[in-house]
Protein backbone atom coordinates (compact mmCIF):
# COMPACT_ATOMS: atom_id res chain seq x y z
CA UNK A 1 0.00 0.00 0.00
CA UNK A 2 1.15 3.06 -1.64
CA UNK A 3 1.59 6.00 1.59
CA UNK A 4 0.50 9.25 0.27
CA UNK A 5 2.63 12.21 0.02
CA UNK A 6 -0.06 14.46 0.96
CA UNK A 7 -1.14 12.46 4.18
CA UNK A 8 2.07 12.24 5.25
CA UNK A 9 3.16 16.13 4.43
CA UNK A 10 -0.35 17.32 6.00
CA UNK A 11 0.22 15.43 9.19
CA UNK A 12 4.18 16.36 9.61
CA UNK A 13 3.03 20.40 8.94
CA UNK A 14 0.48 20.28 11.63
CA UNK A 15 2.96 18.28 13.71
CA UNK A 16 5.64 21.01 13.12
CA UNK A 17 3.36 23.73 14.30
CA UNK A 18 1.58 22.18 16.96
CA UNK A 19 5.14 22.51 18.53
CA UNK A 20 6.20 25.53 16.60
CA UNK A 21 8.74 26.88 19.63
CA UNK A 22 10.50 23.48 19.79
CA UNK A 23 10.72 23.20 16.06
CA UNK A 24 11.67 26.84 16.09
CA UNK A 25 15.12 25.97 18.55
CA UNK A 26 15.57 22.98 16.66
CA UNK A 27 15.86 24.38 13.16
CA UNK A 28 17.95 27.48 14.70
CA UNK A 29 20.59 24.59 16.34
CA UNK A 30 21.02 22.59 13.05
CA UNK A 31 21.32 26.45 11.06
CA UNK A 32 24.06 27.09 13.84
CA UNK A 33 25.96 24.28 13.35
CA UNK A 34 25.77 23.67 9.85
CA UNK A 35 26.66 26.91 9.50
CA UNK A 36 29.65 26.80 11.55
CA UNK A 37 30.43 23.26 9.21
CA UNK A 38 30.14 25.51 6.22
CA UNK A 39 32.51 28.28 6.98
CA UNK A 40 34.76 25.54 8.48
CA UNK A 41 34.65 23.77 4.84
CA UNK A 42 34.83 27.08 2.86
CA UNK A 43 37.89 27.66 5.45
CA UNK A 44 39.59 25.06 4.44
CA UNK A 45 39.14 25.07 0.88
CA UNK A 46 40.49 28.89 1.29
CA UNK A 47 43.28 27.76 3.03
CA UNK A 48 43.90 25.04 0.83
CA UNK A 49 44.27 27.25 -1.82
CA UNK A 50 46.05 29.99 -0.28
CA UNK A 51 48.84 26.99 0.57
CA UNK A 52 48.82 26.03 -3.40
CA UNK A 53 49.79 29.69 -4.12
CA UNK A 54 52.77 30.24 -1.51
CA UNK A 55 53.82 26.57 -2.65
CA UNK A 56 54.06 27.92 -6.40
CA UNK A 57 55.12 31.58 -5.42
CA UNK A 58 57.79 31.19 -2.51
CA UNK A 59 59.82 28.42 -2.15
CA UNK A 60 62.37 28.31 0.07
CA UNK A 61 65.71 29.65 -1.67
CA UNK A 62 69.30 28.49 -0.62
CA UNK A 63 71.70 30.89 -1.60
CA UNK A 64 75.40 29.50 -1.35
CA UNK A 65 78.03 32.31 -1.30
CA UNK A 66 79.24 33.87 -4.72
CA UNK A 67 82.76 32.71 -3.49
CA UNK A 68 82.06 28.90 -2.48
CA UNK A 69 83.55 26.57 -3.95
CA UNK A 70 82.01 23.93 -6.76
CA UNK A 71 81.88 20.92 -4.08
CA UNK A 72 80.41 23.11 -1.48
CA UNK A 73 77.49 23.87 -3.74
CA UNK A 74 76.79 20.76 -4.75
CA UNK A 75 77.21 19.48 -1.15
CA UNK A 76 74.48 21.89 0.15
CA UNK A 77 72.74 20.65 -2.79
CA UNK A 78 72.80 16.83 -1.59
CA UNK A 79 71.99 17.63 1.95
CA UNK A 80 69.02 19.52 0.70
CA UNK A 81 67.75 16.56 -1.45
CA UNK A 82 68.30 14.08 1.68
CA UNK A 83 65.51 16.27 3.66
CA UNK A 84 62.24 13.91 3.28
CA UNK A 85 60.32 17.01 3.45
CA UNK A 86 62.13 18.43 0.42
CA UNK A 87 60.20 17.73 -2.56
CA UNK A 88 62.33 18.61 -5.11
CA UNK A 89 64.79 21.36 -5.02
CA UNK A 90 66.68 22.35 -8.41
CA UNK A 91 70.24 24.55 -8.81
CA UNK A 92 70.42 27.78 -10.13
CA UNK A 93 73.32 29.57 -11.54
CA UNK A 94 74.67 32.57 -10.64
CA UNK A 95 73.96 33.83 -14.01
CA UNK A 96 69.95 33.32 -13.55
CA UNK A 97 69.85 34.57 -10.11
CA UNK A 98 71.51 38.03 -11.65
CA UNK A 99 68.65 38.40 -14.02
CA UNK A 100 66.06 37.22 -11.41
CA UNK A 101 67.52 39.90 -9.01
CA UNK A 102 67.51 42.16 -12.11
CA UNK A 103 63.94 41.85 -12.44
CA UNK A 104 62.61 41.78 -8.96
CA UNK A 105 64.68 43.94 -6.80
CA UNK A 106 64.93 47.98 -6.51
CA UNK A 107 67.05 49.46 -8.69
CA UNK A 108 69.75 50.54 -5.75
CA UNK A 109 70.04 46.96 -4.88
CA UNK A 110 70.37 45.93 -8.21
CA UNK A 111 73.21 48.01 -9.54
CA UNK A 112 75.38 46.87 -6.42
CA UNK A 113 75.42 43.58 -8.29
CA UNK A 114 77.69 42.03 -11.07
CA UNK A 115 77.01 38.73 -12.15
CA UNK A 116 80.42 37.86 -10.82
CA UNK A 117 79.05 38.80 -6.72
CA UNK A 118 75.44 37.33 -7.83
CA UNK A 119 75.23 34.06 -5.35
CA UNK A 120 74.28 31.12 -7.01
CA UNK A 121 71.28 29.08 -5.48
CA UNK A 122 69.23 26.55 -4.62
CA UNK A 123 65.13 26.74 -5.05
CA UNK A 124 63.55 23.74 -2.80
CA UNK A 125 59.54 22.52 -2.86
CA UNK A 126 58.69 21.76 -0.06
CA UNK A 127 55.66 19.23 0.98
CA UNK A 128 54.52 21.77 3.14
CA UNK A 129 54.93 25.39 3.42
CA UNK A 130 55.11 25.08 7.27
CA UNK A 131 58.65 22.93 7.01
CA UNK A 132 60.29 26.06 5.79
CA UNK A 133 61.17 27.10 9.17
CA UNK A 134 63.23 23.68 9.34
CA UNK A 135 65.49 24.40 6.66
CA UNK A 136 66.39 27.64 7.79
CA UNK A 137 67.52 26.29 11.26
CA UNK A 138 69.28 24.06 9.31
CA UNK A 139 71.06 25.73 6.60
CA UNK A 140 71.41 29.60 7.75
CA UNK A 141 74.92 29.51 8.66
CA UNK A 142 76.34 26.56 7.85
CA UNK A 143 79.61 26.70 5.57
CA UNK A 144 79.25 28.29 2.35
CA UNK A 145 75.57 28.76 2.54
CA UNK A 146 75.01 32.94 2.70
CA UNK A 147 71.40 33.51 3.26
CA UNK A 148 68.32 31.24 3.39
CA UNK A 149 64.93 32.62 2.58
CA UNK A 150 61.28 31.28 3.19
CA UNK A 151 58.19 32.38 3.24
CA UNK A 152 57.58 34.71 5.55
CA UNK A 153 57.15 34.42 9.09
CA UNK A 154 53.46 36.12 8.96
CA UNK A 155 52.18 33.42 6.15
CA UNK A 156 53.45 30.56 8.64
CA UNK A 157 51.32 32.11 11.30
CA UNK A 158 48.11 32.75 8.83
CA UNK A 159 48.23 29.06 8.12
CA UNK A 160 48.43 27.94 11.53
CA UNK A 161 45.58 30.30 12.40
CA UNK A 162 43.19 29.00 9.74
CA UNK A 163 44.73 25.72 10.63
CA UNK A 164 43.18 25.99 14.28
CA UNK A 165 40.07 28.32 13.53
CA UNK A 166 39.09 25.36 10.96
CA UNK A 167 39.35 22.39 13.91
CA UNK A 168 37.37 24.77 16.27
CA UNK A 169 34.64 25.51 13.99
CA UNK A 170 34.67 21.70 13.42
CA UNK A 171 34.44 20.98 16.83
CA UNK A 172 31.57 23.23 17.92
CA UNK A 173 29.93 22.60 14.88
CA UNK A 174 29.92 19.04 16.16
CA UNK A 175 28.66 19.70 19.50
CA UNK A 176 25.81 21.61 18.03
CA UNK A 177 24.69 19.25 15.66
CA UNK A 178 24.48 17.07 18.15
CA UNK A 179 22.62 18.73 19.98
CA UNK A 180 20.42 19.81 17.14
CA UNK A 181 20.03 16.20 16.61
CA UNK A 182 18.85 15.66 20.18
CA UNK A 183 16.45 18.88 19.49
CA UNK A 184 14.94 16.97 16.72
CA UNK A 185 14.98 13.48 18.77
CA UNK A 186 12.91 15.52 21.35
CA UNK A 187 10.44 17.31 19.71
CA UNK A 188 9.19 14.06 17.87
CA UNK A 189 8.87 12.62 21.12
CA UNK A 190 6.28 15.09 22.23
CA UNK A 191 4.85 14.92 18.70
CA UNK A 192 4.53 11.38 19.65
CA UNK A 193 3.09 11.66 22.39
CA UNK A 194 0.57 14.28 21.23
CA UNK A 195 -0.72 11.35 18.68
CA UNK A 196 -0.80 8.72 21.26
CA UNK A 197 -4.33 8.61 20.47
CA UNK A 198 -4.39 8.73 17.06
CA UNK A 199 -1.32 5.92 16.78
CA UNK A 200 -3.03 3.46 19.14
CA UNK A 201 -6.30 4.10 16.53
CA UNK A 202 -4.44 3.55 13.50
CA UNK A 203 -2.36 0.26 14.93
CA UNK A 204 -6.14 -1.07 16.30
CA UNK A 205 -7.15 -0.67 12.49
CA UNK A 206 -4.47 -2.26 10.77
CA UNK A 207 -2.43 1.07 9.87
CA UNK A 208 0.83 -0.33 8.30
CA UNK A 209 4.28 0.76 10.38
CA UNK A 210 5.67 3.28 7.67
CA UNK A 211 2.47 4.58 7.36
CA UNK A 212 2.59 5.19 11.51
CA UNK A 213 6.31 5.90 11.16
CA UNK A 214 6.41 7.95 7.84
CA UNK A 215 4.79 11.69 9.67
CA UNK A 216 7.28 11.60 12.02
CA UNK A 217 10.10 10.73 10.05
CA UNK A 218 9.21 13.68 7.65
CA UNK A 219 8.83 16.32 10.74
CA UNK A 220 12.59 15.39 11.32
CA UNK A 221 13.56 15.54 7.81
CA UNK A 222 11.93 18.96 7.38
CA UNK A 223 13.30 20.20 10.94
CA UNK A 224 16.45 19.26 9.35
CA UNK A 225 16.00 20.89 6.08
CA UNK A 226 14.36 24.40 7.21
CA UNK A 227 17.72 24.69 9.58
CA UNK A 228 20.34 23.27 6.93
CA UNK A 229 19.03 25.88 3.83
CA UNK A 230 19.38 28.70 6.11
CA UNK A 231 22.96 27.98 6.44
CA UNK A 232 22.99 27.42 2.99
CA UNK A 233 21.99 31.00 3.16
CA UNK A 234 25.00 32.27 5.42
CA UNK A 235 27.21 30.07 3.16
CA UNK A 236 26.25 31.65 0.07
CA UNK A 237 26.51 35.53 2.02
CA UNK A 238 30.44 34.31 3.09
CA UNK A 239 30.92 33.56 -0.52
CA UNK A 240 29.34 36.70 -2.11
CA UNK A 241 30.71 39.19 0.57
CA UNK A 242 34.31 37.78 1.03
CA UNK A 243 35.61 34.47 -0.84
CA UNK A 244 33.94 35.11 -4.59
CA UNK A 245 36.94 34.98 -6.74
CA UNK A 246 35.23 37.75 -9.34
CA UNK A 247 36.57 40.61 -6.40
CA UNK A 248 39.79 39.36 -6.76
CA UNK A 249 40.66 42.26 -8.69
CA UNK A 250 40.54 44.65 -5.86
CA UNK A 251 43.48 44.14 -4.02
CA UNK A 252 45.68 41.25 -5.26
CA UNK A 253 48.19 40.45 -2.56
CA UNK A 254 45.28 40.53 0.29
CA UNK A 255 44.81 36.65 2.12
CA UNK A 256 41.48 37.33 1.13
CA UNK A 257 41.93 36.85 -2.87
CA UNK A 258 44.98 33.98 -2.10
CA UNK A 259 41.57 32.20 -0.62
CA UNK A 260 39.35 32.69 -3.31
CA UNK A 261 37.27 29.80 -4.43
CA UNK A 262 35.18 28.84 -7.19
CA UNK A 263 31.59 28.08 -7.59
CA UNK A 264 32.27 24.43 -8.02
CA UNK A 265 33.84 24.64 -4.56
CA UNK A 266 31.15 26.38 -3.25
CA UNK A 267 28.61 24.09 -4.47
CA UNK A 268 29.70 21.23 -3.30
CA UNK A 269 30.05 22.85 0.05
CA UNK A 270 26.49 23.90 0.21
CA UNK A 271 25.50 20.36 -0.75
CA UNK A 272 27.34 18.78 2.17
CA UNK A 273 25.60 20.73 4.27
CA UNK A 274 21.84 20.31 2.98
CA UNK A 275 23.27 16.23 3.45
CA UNK A 276 24.37 16.75 6.88
CA UNK A 277 21.40 18.64 8.07
CA UNK A 278 18.92 15.93 6.22
CA UNK A 279 20.98 13.54 8.23
CA UNK A 280 20.51 15.11 11.34
CA UNK A 281 16.81 15.46 11.07
CA UNK A 282 15.97 11.94 9.90
CA UNK A 283 18.79 10.34 12.27
CA UNK A 284 16.87 12.23 15.15
CA UNK A 285 13.58 11.51 14.57
CA UNK A 286 14.49 7.68 13.10
CA UNK A 287 16.35 7.81 16.97
CA UNK A 288 12.70 9.10 18.37
CA UNK A 289 10.55 6.39 16.16
CA UNK A 290 12.33 3.34 17.40
CA UNK A 291 12.28 4.73 20.81
CA UNK A 292 8.68 6.35 21.79
CA UNK A 293 6.76 4.85 18.85
CA UNK A 294 6.02 1.30 19.89
CA UNK A 295 5.29 -0.46 16.33
CA UNK B 1 -12.77 -19.35 12.24
CA UNK B 2 -11.64 -18.22 15.57
CA UNK B 3 -9.40 -21.66 16.86
CA UNK B 4 -7.42 -21.74 20.24
CA UNK B 5 -5.09 -24.76 21.25
CA UNK B 6 -3.87 -25.47 24.36
CA UNK B 7 -2.89 -21.52 24.19
CA UNK B 8 -1.52 -20.77 27.48
CA UNK B 9 -0.23 -17.03 28.12
CA UNK B 10 2.06 -16.35 31.06
CA UNK B 11 2.61 -12.11 31.93
CA UNK B 12 6.00 -11.52 33.33
CA UNK B 13 5.47 -11.71 37.39
CA UNK B 14 4.80 -15.15 36.12
CA UNK B 15 0.79 -14.20 36.32
CA UNK B 16 -0.95 -17.32 34.81
CA UNK B 17 -3.57 -15.63 32.23
CA UNK B 18 -4.89 -17.83 29.97
CA UNK B 19 -4.08 -21.88 30.90
CA UNK B 20 -4.26 -24.84 28.15
CA UNK B 21 -7.14 -23.04 26.73
CA UNK B 22 -8.48 -24.84 23.83
CA UNK B 23 -11.90 -23.43 22.07
CA UNK B 24 -13.14 -23.17 18.37
CA UNK B 25 -15.56 -20.51 17.08
CA UNK B 26 -16.98 -20.74 14.06
CA UNK B 27 -17.98 -18.18 11.50
CA UNK B 28 -20.61 -16.38 12.46
CA UNK B 29 -21.14 -17.37 15.92
CA UNK B 30 -22.01 -14.61 18.46
CA UNK B 31 -19.98 -15.89 21.42
CA UNK B 32 -19.84 -13.67 25.10
CA UNK B 33 -16.98 -14.40 27.46
CA UNK B 34 -17.71 -13.98 30.89
CA UNK B 35 -15.73 -14.38 34.22
CA UNK B 36 -14.32 -12.27 36.92
CA UNK B 37 -12.59 -9.76 36.98
CA UNK B 38 -9.10 -11.30 36.39
CA UNK B 39 -9.50 -14.30 34.63
CA UNK B 40 -8.36 -13.69 31.29
CA UNK B 41 -10.76 -12.26 29.35
CA UNK B 42 -8.84 -9.14 28.14
CA UNK B 43 -6.03 -11.37 27.77
CA UNK B 44 -7.87 -13.61 25.44
CA UNK B 45 -8.83 -10.92 23.16
CA UNK B 46 -5.28 -9.56 22.72
CA UNK B 47 -4.24 -12.28 21.72
CA UNK B 48 -6.84 -12.28 18.60
CA UNK B 49 -5.58 -8.84 18.17
CA UNK B 50 -2.03 -10.04 18.23
CA UNK B 51 -1.27 -7.48 20.47
CA UNK B 52 0.21 -10.69 22.93
CA UNK B 53 1.70 -13.79 21.90
CA UNK B 54 1.18 -16.94 23.93
CA UNK B 55 4.06 -18.96 25.27
CA UNK B 56 2.63 -21.83 24.35
CA UNK B 57 -0.20 -23.07 21.72
CA UNK B 58 -1.66 -21.94 18.72
CA UNK B 59 -4.29 -19.54 17.57
CA UNK B 60 -5.72 -19.67 14.36
CA UNK B 61 -7.72 -16.63 12.89
CA UNK B 62 -9.90 -16.73 9.32
CA UNK B 63 -7.28 -19.49 7.98
CA UNK B 64 -4.28 -18.26 9.65
CA UNK B 65 -2.10 -19.72 12.36
CA UNK B 66 -1.52 -16.15 13.71
CA UNK B 67 1.56 -16.57 15.82
CA UNK B 68 3.38 -17.51 12.61
CA UNK B 69 2.39 -14.58 11.00
CA UNK B 70 5.63 -12.01 10.02
CA UNK B 71 5.78 -8.63 11.91
CA UNK B 72 5.33 -6.42 8.84
CA UNK B 73 1.68 -8.80 8.72
CA UNK B 74 0.13 -8.04 11.70
CA UNK B 75 -1.32 -4.31 10.06
CA UNK B 76 -3.42 -7.04 7.38
CA UNK B 77 -4.31 -8.60 10.08
CA UNK B 78 -5.82 -6.40 12.06
CA UNK B 79 -7.93 -5.19 9.19
CA UNK B 80 -9.96 -8.03 9.24
CA UNK B 81 -10.77 -7.66 13.12
CA UNK B 82 -12.77 -4.55 14.49
CA UNK B 83 -12.16 -3.91 17.48
CA UNK B 84 -14.50 -1.97 20.81
CA UNK B 85 -13.40 -0.90 24.24
CA UNK B 86 -15.40 -0.19 27.51
CA UNK B 87 -13.75 3.76 27.13
CA UNK B 88 -14.32 4.29 23.29
CA UNK B 89 -11.27 5.00 22.21
CA UNK B 90 -12.45 8.08 20.06
CA UNK B 91 -10.43 11.24 18.78
CA UNK B 92 -12.10 13.71 20.64
CA UNK B 93 -11.07 16.26 18.03
CA UNK B 94 -12.35 14.31 15.00
CA UNK B 95 -15.98 14.54 14.14
CA UNK B 96 -18.18 11.58 14.52
CA UNK B 97 -17.60 10.95 10.56
CA UNK B 98 -14.09 11.56 10.49
CA UNK B 99 -13.33 9.42 13.68
CA UNK B 100 -15.28 6.67 11.22
CA UNK B 101 -13.52 7.56 8.08
CA UNK B 102 -9.97 7.58 10.12
CA UNK B 103 -9.96 4.32 10.21
CA UNK B 104 -10.28 3.76 6.30
CA UNK B 105 -7.96 6.81 5.96
CA UNK B 106 -5.03 5.03 7.37
CA UNK B 107 -5.26 1.95 5.73
CA UNK B 108 -5.23 3.63 2.17
CA UNK B 109 -8.75 3.57 1.16
CA UNK B 110 -9.74 6.07 -2.00
CA UNK B 111 -11.69 9.09 -0.97
CA UNK B 112 -15.02 7.58 -2.83
CA UNK B 113 -15.10 4.28 -1.22
CA UNK B 114 -14.77 6.59 2.58
CA UNK B 115 -17.39 8.72 1.19
CA UNK B 116 -19.71 6.07 0.71
CA UNK B 117 -19.15 2.97 3.24
CA UNK B 118 -18.71 5.89 6.09
CA UNK B 119 -22.29 7.22 6.01
CA UNK B 120 -23.61 3.62 5.01
CA UNK B 121 -21.98 2.53 8.38
CA UNK B 122 -23.50 5.24 10.37
CA UNK B 123 -26.75 4.73 9.09
CA UNK B 124 -26.12 1.12 10.52
CA UNK B 125 -25.58 2.36 14.28
CA UNK B 126 -28.41 5.24 13.92
CA UNK B 127 -26.15 8.47 13.60
CA UNK B 128 -26.72 9.72 10.24
CA UNK B 129 -27.91 12.93 11.80
CA UNK B 130 -24.79 13.62 14.46
CA UNK B 131 -21.90 12.85 11.82
CA UNK B 132 -20.56 16.70 12.00
CA UNK B 133 -20.81 16.40 16.24
CA UNK B 134 -18.03 15.94 18.15
CA UNK B 135 -17.37 12.37 20.46
CA UNK B 136 -17.75 14.91 23.30
CA UNK B 137 -21.26 15.90 22.31
CA UNK B 138 -22.27 12.46 22.58
CA UNK B 139 -23.82 10.26 25.21
CA UNK B 140 -21.81 7.38 26.52
CA UNK B 141 -24.24 5.17 24.25
CA UNK B 142 -23.93 7.34 21.33
CA UNK B 143 -20.03 7.25 21.51
CA UNK B 144 -19.91 3.52 22.08
CA UNK B 145 -21.92 3.44 18.57
CA UNK B 146 -19.50 5.72 16.76
CA UNK B 147 -16.38 3.25 18.37
CA UNK B 148 -18.58 0.28 16.89
CA UNK B 149 -19.25 2.14 13.38
CA UNK B 150 -15.76 2.45 13.65
CA UNK B 151 -15.06 -0.87 13.85
CA UNK B 152 -17.08 -2.21 11.62
CA UNK B 153 -16.75 0.36 8.49
CA UNK B 154 -13.99 -2.21 6.85
CA UNK B 155 -16.68 -4.89 7.04
CA UNK B 156 -14.31 -7.09 9.42
CA UNK B 157 -14.70 -10.73 9.58
CA UNK B 158 -13.83 -11.12 13.37
CA UNK B 159 -16.04 -8.14 16.03
CA UNK B 160 -14.19 -8.27 19.34
CA UNK B 161 -15.56 -6.19 22.03
CA UNK B 162 -14.08 -5.85 25.43
CA UNK B 163 -16.64 -5.07 27.90
CA UNK B 164 -18.59 -2.66 25.68
CA UNK B 165 -21.35 -1.74 27.62
CA UNK B 166 -19.13 -0.99 30.92
CA UNK B 167 -19.87 2.67 31.17
CA UNK B 168 -23.65 2.07 30.25
CA UNK B 169 -27.02 2.18 31.76
CA UNK B 170 -28.75 -1.06 31.40
CA UNK B 171 -31.45 0.45 28.62
CA UNK B 172 -28.53 1.97 26.36
CA UNK B 173 -26.69 -1.09 26.86
CA UNK B 174 -29.75 -2.95 25.49
CA UNK B 175 -29.45 -0.68 22.39
CA UNK B 176 -25.67 -1.60 21.42
CA UNK B 177 -26.15 -5.37 22.46
CA UNK B 178 -29.15 -5.04 19.62
CA UNK B 179 -26.67 -3.34 17.39
CA UNK B 180 -23.81 -6.00 18.09
CA UNK B 181 -26.45 -8.79 17.29
CA UNK B 182 -27.23 -6.91 13.82
CA UNK B 183 -23.15 -6.75 12.85
CA UNK B 184 -23.80 -10.30 13.79
CA UNK B 185 -26.58 -10.86 11.39
CA UNK B 186 -24.60 -9.74 8.60
CA UNK B 187 -21.79 -12.94 8.95
CA UNK B 188 -19.48 -11.03 11.09
CA UNK B 189 -18.29 -13.65 14.45
CA UNK B 190 -18.47 -11.54 17.50
CA UNK B 191 -16.85 -12.31 20.61
CA UNK B 192 -17.91 -10.04 23.59
CA UNK B 193 -16.11 -9.76 26.64
CA UNK B 194 -18.16 -9.24 29.81
CA UNK B 195 -19.49 -8.72 33.09
CA UNK B 196 -23.22 -8.30 32.27
CA UNK B 197 -25.08 -10.98 33.53
CA UNK B 198 -28.54 -9.47 32.67
CA UNK B 199 -27.61 -9.25 29.15
CA UNK B 200 -26.09 -12.50 28.81
CA UNK B 201 -28.95 -13.80 30.59
CA UNK B 202 -31.14 -12.05 27.98
CA UNK B 203 -29.45 -12.64 24.56
CA UNK B 204 -28.77 -16.52 25.10
CA UNK B 205 -26.30 -16.95 23.02
CA UNK B 206 -23.18 -18.72 23.20
CA UNK B 207 -21.01 -18.47 26.58
CA UNK B 208 -17.30 -19.10 27.02
CA UNK B 209 -16.85 -18.59 30.88
CA UNK B 210 -12.97 -18.61 32.13
CA UNK B 211 -11.70 -18.77 35.67
CA UNK B 212 -8.28 -17.91 36.84
CA UNK B 213 -7.48 -18.76 33.09
CA UNK B 214 -8.72 -21.41 32.61
CA UNK B 215 -11.88 -22.32 30.64
CA UNK B 216 -14.50 -24.13 32.85
CA UNK B 217 -17.57 -23.74 30.72
CA UNK B 218 -18.90 -23.72 26.94
CA UNK B 219 -22.36 -23.34 26.61
CA UNK B 220 -24.22 -22.72 23.36
CA UNK B 221 -27.38 -20.72 24.27
CA UNK B 222 -25.96 -20.36 28.06
CA UNK B 223 -26.95 -17.55 30.66
CA UNK B 224 -23.99 -15.27 32.54
CA UNK B 225 -23.23 -17.67 36.18
CA UNK B 226 -24.98 -21.79 36.18
CA UNK B 227 -27.90 -22.14 38.50
CA UNK B 228 -27.79 -20.24 41.73
CA UNK B 229 -25.77 -17.26 39.93
CA UNK B 230 -28.53 -17.25 37.24
CA UNK B 231 -30.98 -16.58 39.45
CA UNK B 232 -28.94 -13.82 41.33
CA UNK B 233 -27.88 -12.26 38.04
CA UNK B 234 -31.81 -12.54 36.70
CA UNK B 235 -32.62 -10.93 39.64
CA UNK B 236 -30.66 -8.09 38.85
CA UNK B 237 -31.73 -7.93 35.53
CA UNK B 238 -31.62 -4.64 34.82
CA UNK B 239 -34.50 -4.93 31.73
CA UNK B 240 -36.68 -6.73 33.99
CA UNK B 241 -37.53 -9.35 31.65
CA UNK B 242 -38.22 -12.59 32.71
CA UNK B 243 -34.83 -14.66 32.98
CA UNK B 244 -35.51 -18.32 31.69
CA UNK B 245 -33.29 -20.69 33.93
CA UNK B 246 -31.17 -23.09 31.29
CA UNK B 247 -32.48 -26.74 30.93
CA UNK B 248 -29.21 -27.50 29.33
CA UNK B 249 -26.02 -26.50 31.80
CA UNK B 250 -23.97 -29.18 29.68
CA UNK B 251 -21.23 -27.67 28.39
CA UNK B 252 -21.27 -27.58 24.41
CA UNK B 253 -18.64 -29.14 22.30
CA UNK B 254 -16.87 -26.74 20.23
CA UNK B 255 -18.43 -26.69 16.87
CA UNK B 256 -21.63 -25.76 18.85
CA UNK B 257 -23.27 -23.03 17.18
CA UNK B 258 -26.39 -20.82 17.27
CA UNK B 259 -28.68 -21.29 14.28
N1 LIG C 1 0.14 -6.47 30.78
C1 LIG C 1 0.06 -7.28 31.85
N2 LIG C 1 1.17 -7.55 32.57
C2 LIG C 1 1.12 -8.38 33.63
N3 LIG C 1 0.02 -9.00 34.04
C3 LIG C 1 -1.11 -8.78 33.36
C4 LIG C 1 -1.15 -7.91 32.23
N4 LIG C 1 -2.41 -7.89 31.74
C5 LIG C 1 -3.13 -8.70 32.53
N5 LIG C 1 -2.36 -9.24 33.51
C6 LIG C 1 -2.81 -10.21 34.52
O1 LIG C 1 -3.36 -11.30 33.85
C7 LIG C 1 -4.55 -11.75 34.50
C8 LIG C 1 -5.70 -11.74 33.53
O2 LIG C 1 -5.96 -10.39 33.18
P1 LIG C 1 -7.10 -9.95 32.17
O3 LIG C 1 -6.95 -8.50 31.95
O4 LIG C 1 -7.04 -10.84 30.99
O5 LIG C 1 -8.41 -10.25 33.01
P2 LIG C 1 -9.91 -9.82 32.66
O6 LIG C 1 -10.67 -11.10 32.67
O7 LIG C 1 -9.99 -9.02 31.45
O8 LIG C 1 -10.28 -8.97 33.93
P3 LIG C 1 -11.36 -7.76 34.01
O9 LIG C 1 -12.68 -8.41 33.98
O10 LIG C 1 -11.06 -7.14 35.34
O11 LIG C 1 -11.10 -6.86 32.86
C9 LIG C 1 -4.73 -10.83 35.67
O12 LIG C 1 -4.24 -11.52 36.83
C10 LIG C 1 -3.90 -9.63 35.38
O13 LIG C 1 -3.36 -9.10 36.57
MG1 LIG D 1 -10.57 -6.97 31.04
Redesign the pocket.
Known amino acids: MAVSVGYVSREATSNLWRNRMMTVAAVLTVAVSLALVGSALLLKQGAAHATERWQQGVNVVVFVNAGASHSQFSSVGRQLHQLPYVKSCVARSQAWDYAEARSIEPAEVFQALTPAITPSSWRCALNQPSEAALIVQQFAGKPGVEHVASPSAQIRTMETVIHVLQWAFLAVAAVLLLSASVLILNTIRMAIFARRREVSVMKLVGATNWFIRLPFMAEGLVQGLLGSLVAVLVVLGLYFGFLDQTKTAANQSSLIVQMSLGATEVTVTCIVVLVVGVLAGVIGSALAVRRFLDV | MIQFENVTKT???S?V?LRNCSVDIDKGEFVFLV?P???????FIRLLLREELPDSGRIWEAGREIGKLPKWRIPYLRRNIGCVFQDFRLLPTKSVFENVAFALEVIGRPKHVINTQVPQVLDLVGLSKKRDNLPGELSGGEQQRVAIARAFVNRPLILLADEPTGNLDPTTSLGIMRLLDRINRTGTTVVI?T?DAGMVDQMRRRVIELDRGVLVRDQARGVYGLDGSVSAAGAGSPTGLPIETSTNNEPDGPMAAEA
Not at chain 2, 37 to 43: C, D, F, R, Y
Open positions: YKGTAGSGSGKTTAH
